[in-house]
């Protein structure tokens, strides 16, 4: 046996019985002849080879004690259905990590061809919006230790001076109460010139920067242009280097559809080549249809398991060219989006929990000025008490402790598109290539433990 990679996610310290089974979470993977266990719930990975799986699959027990503490092995008496079951319902309640979205503006300077967000408007984060945040935490001091914003939009980087004042309350108030601190920005790139990049990384401390590039000059300014029709590939493809130079994280996010996804690798080879080679992240989503996505390009739009095949080609592309790691799927904070401290905050102060229902009255749960929950409809109290455990795609499946579930308004609401027809991930159809693809390479490094 090899032990690929020890519990990284939960860890297990209790004794156990005399009496043991395999996980429920372990999740047996094919790998050349033997089989990956890989624990969804801990992140342990052992390959066992054909005799080694044929030995100990009726007989747990004769595995080494140290398997229980990977989480590979459990008591023979433990209910981990129920135990995870336990800890989701107590993460949707825990209001110690406190992660807000902000949405700073509603305007973009971009026309992309796939926009889903339709036209809402010119609205931007007022001052009594701004005066509720800081209102809003200051009545929670002490009651949390971890805070995170993300900042989103439209193009959340057009507000320059909001953010700059918001940061400088969060910085402070943090620092006040012993609070940890992250904050990231989704934006197209394209207003991140060198003395801004200086004023969101430094002054902001926004450390990380999720910007979209869907492929060459070429292709992408066809895809992503300013509002006037103009390319913005060259002014994004600059803001990257220096973001990069003064040490922010940089993930480079495209957008694929049958349009343009015979041009990614050209995409991939230009970063291979360039300075900012193994410098950033890189990951590859497919086009959405959303509620607002524009008719013309409904029927380019892959759906998740034709994306799937896809998606892992250009990772083992991006791969071969040294700027892209195997990596498996991590897990999302229990509770996932149901969690109390996770709320998205409109231009007005109004609270969503779910930033891709930004805008529609309907989804609105609250005000951040009151807290005031919209307890009083039916579809909130139904997505607030929805249970992966209690769902049929999900009762069975090994991937809970990754996903809490995936999606609960497409679990739940037709009405709501999120894109596709069932609340799982799109990384669900890859997931197991991935951890083939992780654990080889950690035998090609000798990374690994023999037992």
């Known amino acids: 046996m090899k032990i690929i990679r020890k519990n990284i996610w939960r860890n297990y310290t209790e004794n156990i019985d005399n009496v043991v089974k395999w996980?429920?979470?372990?999740?047996?993977?094919?790998?050349?002849?033997?089989?990956?266990?890989?624990?969804?719930?801990?992140?342990?990975?052992v390959l066992f080879d054909?005799?080694?799986?044929?030995?100990?699959?009726?007989?747990?027990?004769?595995?080494?004690?140290?398997?229980?503490?990977?989480?590979i092995i459990v008591s023979g008496n433990l209910d981990e259905k129920q135990e995870w079951c336990a800890e989701y319902r107590r993460g949707k309640e825990d209001a110690s990590f406190l992660d807000l979205t902000i949405l700073s503006t509603q305007q973009c300077q971009f026309k992309c061809v796939y926009c889903f967000e339709g036209e809402k408007g010119n609205k931007t984060l007022t001052d009594e919006t701004s005066a509720a945040i800081k209102s809003f935490l200051e009545k929670r001091a002490g009651t949390f230790n971890k805070l995170r914003v993300a900042?989103?939009?439209?193009?959340?980087?057009?507000?320059?001076?909001?953010?700059?004042?918001?940061?400088?309350?969060?910085?402070d108030f943090c620092k006040k109460h012993n609070i940890s601190y992250y904050a990231d920005v989704t934006t197209n790139g394209y207003a991140l010139n060198p003395s801004k990049c200086e004023i969101f990384f430094n002054e902001c401390n926004i450390k990380r920067?999720?910007?979209?590039?869907?492929?060459?000059?070429?292709?992408h300014d066809k895809r992503r242009p300013l509002r006037n029709g103009a390319g913005t590939f060259d002014v994004i493809w600059n803001n990257i280097v220096t973001l990069v130079n003064i040490g922010a994280g940089v993930t480079i996010r495209v957008t694929i559809d049958k349009v343009n996804a015979g041009n990614v690798k050209e995409l991939i080879d230009r970063i291979a080549e360039s300075e900012i080679a193994r410098k950033?992240?890189?990951?590859?989503?497919?086009?959405?249809?959303?509620?607002?996505?524009?008719?013309?390009?409904?029927d380019t739009i892959y759906k998740s398991e034709e994306f799937a095949p896809i998606e892992m080609e250009l990772i083992e592309y991006a791969h071969s060219k040294g700027i892209l790691e195997y990596a498996t799927?991590?897990?999302?904070?229990?509770?996932?989006?149901?969690?109390?401290?996770?709320?998205?905050?409109?231009?007005?102060?109004?609270?969503?929990?779910?930033?891709?229902?930004?805008?529609?009255?309907?989804?609105?749960?609250?005000?951040?000025?009151?807290?005031?929950?919209?307890?009083?409809?039916?579809?909130?109290?139904?997505?607030?008490?929805?249970?992966?455990?209690?769902?049929?795609?999900?009762a069975e499946c090994k991937l809970q402790p990754l996903c809490n579930g995936g999606c609960p308004h497409n679990a739940l609401f037709a009405s709501k598109k999120h894109g596709t027809d069932t609340?799982?991930?799109?990384?669900?159809?890859?997931?197991k290539k991935n951890v083939q693809l992780y654990t080889q390479k950690r035998l090609q490094l000798h990374e690994y433990q023999e037992v």
């Open 50 to 71: 054909a005799e080694e799986y044929s030995k100990y699959k009726e007989k747990p027990s004769l595995l080494p004690d140290t398997f229980a503490q990977f989480g």
């Open 23 to 45: 996980s429920f979470w372990n999740d047996f993977i094919p790998y050349e002849g033997g089989v990956i266990c890989f624990n969804t719930s801990s992140g342990a990975i």
């Open 151 to 171: 900042w989103f939009g439209g193009e959340p980087l057009l507000e320059v001076e909001r953010i700059r004042e918001l940061s400088a309350f969060f910085l």
């Open 423 to 431: 609340q799982c991930p799109d990384w669900k159809f890859n997931y």
């Open 329 to 394: 799927p991590r897990p999302c904070p229990l509770g996932g989006c149901l969690r109390k401290g996770d709320i998205v905050i409109g231009t007005k102060g109004e609270i969503y929990k779910c930033l891709d229902t930004v805008g529609e009255e309907q989804w609105i749960t609250g005000d951040i000025s009151g807290d005031n929950e919209n307890s009083g409809a039916g579809w909130y109290r139904d997505w607030l008490s929805w249970e992966p455990s209690a769902n049929a795609t999900c």
């Open 209 to 219: 920067y999720i910007i979209t590039v869907d492929g060459i000059a070429a292709v």
């Open 280 to 298: 950033t992240g890189l990951m590859f989503v497919r086009t959405i249809d959303y509620l607002y996505t524009p008719d013309s390009v409904k």
